[in-house]
């Protein structure tokens, strides 16, 4: 069965009463679908509806993830805090965290928020996005299950941690660079798992050293520790893995160091005897405000600038356009905002199985007629 599309008023009120129908307060349910959905707008299907039920229903029902969130400040100055997310809904921590980091770079030009026990929490630009809404700089990180191998290692060690940054410009869409720091995510293994496609050559290490392409043993050996993410730039110092690697690692440090939170194999979401347990993310915010230095106006017209430039550059032979981070993206969603969200036949099964299961009788979607 091909994908199907879903219009955005459907498909965002039924994630939203789903979420509400599992515990989530409404205002704290219509966060995390705005964070969802935000994925299949850019065009992100990875961090999509396609992670609604394995990575937030199925952690709610197992207990390992709180669908009441209590965002609890544990300490704060005039432009930092420290917040500690209590396994809830990492959507709603993110969503509080980079607000508050925001309100704090608009009174003193910085503000930057630290958080411990938190959740997945969704597609980091997203996050990034509100600081250039507000004309400001965002970035942000989170660490995650152990994922990618260490250069000259083979053991998954560090999570894939997205590194992500979001800058204001003048053009109609933000220059925002969300990207993981291994080769790839697990998501998109998720995704070729769900389509039974294989994974590319060399971006998957066993323990033997060999490359690993079946997707769906693949999801079964990153949680045994039978295979490891390579590293942005790919394996060993060829490629210059090694700056890949050492990215990864900047980001679980300033994700666990500044808010004593968990780190490396702690976050693996295994207990004693392979029971699952809450994952205990950590996460970081910074918010710049531009017009604290020249000037806004200024700041967006020369980034503006620089990335015309940038696209107005000679191309490659063969290639008819160069493109700047989120562009595509913005493409994506002038494509997809009158049409809906596309849903693969996987996702569909999931849906209907939520649906019936909460008893939402009122949602009949288009593969059913």
């Known amino acids: 069965m091909p994908k199907i599309t879903v219009d955005w008023k459907t498909i965002t009120d039924f994630v939203t009463d789903a979420f509400v129908g599992v515990g989530i307060p409404r205002e704290d349910a219509e966060i995390c679908t705005d964070v969802l959905l935000e994925s299949d707008r850019r065009g992100i299907e990875s961090h999509g509806v396609n992670r609604f039920k394995p990575i937030y229903m199925d952690r709610i029902a197992a207990g390992i993830q709180n669908p009441v969130t209590n965002f609890e400040i544990i300490r704060e100055t005039r432009t930092t805090a420290v917040v500690d997310g209590h396994d809830g809904m990492g959507q709603v921590i993110g969503y509080k965290a980079m607000k508050m980091a925001i309100e704090k770079a608009k009174e003193y030009g910085m503000g930057m928020v630290a958080v411990r026990n938190s959740c997945h929490y969704g597609i980091a630009g997203y996050y990034v996005t509100m600081c250039t809404q507000e004309g400001m700089i965002g970035i942000t990180g989170t660490n995650a299950r152990p994922s990618i191998a260490p250069t000259f290692g083979v053991e998954n060690m560090l999570g894939t941690n997205p590194l992500t940054?979001?800058?204001?410009?003048?053009?109609?869409?933000?220059?925002?660079?969300?990207?993981?720091?291994?080769?790839?995510?697990?998501?998109?293994?998720?995704?070729?798992?769900?389509?039974?496609?294989?994974?590319?050559?060399?971006?998957?290490?066993?323990?033997?050293?060999?490359?690993?392409?079946?997707?769906?043993?693949?999801?079964?050996?990153?949680?045994?520790?039978?295979?490891?993410?390579?590293?942005?730039?790919?394996?060993?110092?060829?490629?210059?893995?090694?700056?890949?690697?050492?990215?990864?690692?900047?980001?679980?440090?300033?994700?666990?160091?500044?808010?004593?939170?968990?780190?490396?194999?702690?976050?693996?979401?295994?207990?004693?005897?392979?029971?699952?347990?809450?994952?205990?993310?950590?996460?970081?915010?910074?918010?710049?405000?531009?017009?604290?230095?020249?000037?806004?106006?200024?700041?967006?017209?020369?980034?503006?600038?620089?990335?015309?430039?940038?696209?107005?550059?000679?191309?490659?032979?063969?290639?008819?356009?160069?493109?700047?981070?989120?562009?595509?993206?913005?493409?994506?969603?002038?494509?997809?905002?009158?049409?809906?969200?596309?849903?693969?036949?996987?996702?569909?099964?999931?849906?209907?199985?939520?649906?019936?299961?909460?008893?939402?009788?009122?949602?009949?979607?288009?593969?059913?007629?």
């Open 165 to 369: 940054v979001g800058l204001p410009t003048d053009e109609p869409f933000p220059f925002v660079l969300d990207c993981a720091t291994s080769i790839t995510q697990r998501g998109k293994i998720e995704y070729f798992a769900r389509i039974d496609k294989d994974t590319p050559s060399g971006m998957v290490i066993g323990r033997d050293g060999k490359p690993k392409t079946d997707s769906k043993q693949i999801l079964v050996d990153l949680n045994t520790g039978e295979a490891a993410l390579a590293p942005l730039g790919g394996i060993g110092e060829e490629l210059a893995g090694y700056k890949g690697y050492g990215y990864a690692t900047v980001v679980e440090v300033l994700s666990a160091a500044l808010q004593q939170g968990n780190f490396l194999r702690a976050l693996s979401g295994i207990g004693e005897g392979g029971k699952k347990v809450p994952f205990h993310l950590g996460h970081f915010f910074i918010a710049i405000d531009t017009e604290a230095f020249l000037g806004s106006d200024e700041f967006r017209k020369t980034t503006g600038d620089i990335l015309r430039d940038l696209r107005s550059s000679e191309k490659a032979p063969g290639e008819n356009r160069i493109f700047t981070a989120g562009e595509k993206e913005w493409d994506i969603w002038q494509e997809r905002k009158d049409k809906g969200v596309p849903i693969n036949e996987a996702v569909q099964k999931e849906i209907v199985e939520i649906r019936n299961k909460l008893n939402l009788k009122k949602y009949v979607f288009p593969w059913e007629k």
